[in-house]
């Protein structure tokens, strides 16, 4: 059974399931309408193996249309499942249960996709000090629900946006003319905040450890040098009290060599933004009984 993660707000998964409704119903579902408005079943179907999520989405895209539907869960959020799994059955007026599918599915089988994507990179890295950490490359207006997925999935968020993590890049060095100046800069403005730095040498690695943040990024370190950014960030006198984050060139293939050079995390713009949806689907009718 999976580790509970709590959901996000409320608030913001009926904003995510309203705007995603509207977009599709616009004016009204003219298909739905040829249906007799009767009470009826649905099943839920997995047709691959995946990591579940996205159950507060479903459901709340379900209850916008009828407060009445019965939605009973077969598996939790963040269950790991086999091909040809119903994860839940469903009660209601037909209508509303046509109309919610799509949408509902549509959430269900990206925030699947995401936390399953995320859960192999977890899984490639198990024994070492690496964790796996997503990036701001998400889905428009789902970042929020991306996110979560990743947790669902094992791995851990590096951060929501622009506004709640600082992070030097070479440009903000550059203004600011040497890795300790811009360091110095973000502490004086922004002194609350966590601080990430990116640095291109081991030359900048050094001044950053020895000008303090709260995290340094190696990005497309070469792997001898990854190794040395290690030795020298865990070695005296820094005794690895500031993370190294690797992040380049990381995909399924390489990332156990990374995270075997010793390397605290690793970041991977791909959890979300190479997003392959899990098949779902979901039909009337009670589950055929070999899936009961």
């Known amino acids: 059974m999976a580790m509970r993660i709590p959901a996000p707000p409320a608030v913001q998964v009926e904003a995510d399931v309203a705007r995603a409704l509207a977009e599709d119903i616009g004016g009204g579902d003219v298909t739905a309408s040829l249906l007799p408005d009767t009470d009826d ?35 939790a959020e963040g269950d790991r499942v086999e091909a040809g799994t119903v994860l839940a059955t469903l009660a209601g007026r037909s209508r509303a249960l046509v109309t919610a599918e799509r949408t509902a599915l549509n959430f269900m089988q990206t925030l699947s996709g995401t936390a399953t994507t995320t859960a192999a990179h977890v899984d490639a890295v198990r024994g070492t000090r690496a964790r796996i950490l997503d990036t701001r490359k998400t889905i428009p207006g789902l970042r929020v629900a ?4 990743v947790r669902i999935g094992g791995g851990d968020n590096h951060r929501m946006g622009l506004y709640d993590t600082v992070m030097l890049k070479e440009n903000h060095v550059r203004a600011a003319g040497s890795i300790a100046a811009a360091i110095a800069s973000a502490r004086r403005l922004h002194p609350g905040l966590p601080l990430v730095v990116e640095v291109e040498s081991l030359d900048q690695l050094r001044e950053a450890l020895d000008a303090g943040c709260d995290r340094i990024l190696v990005d497309d370190f070469d792997a001898a ?31 156990r060599a990374i995270a075997e050079d010793g390397v605290d995390c690793i970041s991977i713009g791909a959890l979300t933004k190479h997003v392959r949806a899990i098949d779902l689907s979901m039909k009337l009718g009670p589950p055929p009984c070999q899936a009961c």
């Open 146 to 149: 991306q996110k979560y997925a």
């Open 225 to 255: 040098t990854r190794r040395e950014a290690v030795r020298i960030a865990h070695g005296a006198p820094y005794q690895g009290r500031i993370p190294l984050e690797a992040s380049g060139g990381v995909d399924l293939s390489t990332l």
């Open 41 to 75: 079943i649905a099943y839920l179907l997995c047709k691959e193996a995946a990591v579940v999520c996205g159950r507060p989405w479903f459901d709340a895209c379900h209850r916008a249309l009828d407060t009445g539907v019965r939605i009973e869960w077969r598996v």
